[in-house]
């Protein structure tokens, strides 16, 4: 597996979470309990991992979705 991304920003997280699981690409997220553990949501750095074979598709679809973002309004 590699780090597809490291973020405190939960909406994020979720977001890109969303995004990946609809275009099958499964995702994990590390490091949720221990940040809770720790007695603050953003004290630990959430990683986002993907399959090696997944890294470069999930790259590519990540920063198209954030192009976009830019692009409304």
Partial sequence: M??????ND?????WLEALLNDS????????????VLEGSAVAI?????????????ACRLIEEAEASLGRVG
């Fill in 2 to 7: 590699k780090e597809l991304l490291r973020t």
């Fill in 10 to 14: 939960l909406v994020k997280l979720s």
């Fill in 24 to 35: 099958d690409i499964p995702c994990l997220v590390l490091d949720q309990h221990a940040s």
């Fill in 45 to 57: 750095s959430r990683r986002m991992m993907v399959d090696d074979e997944d890294f470069e598709r």
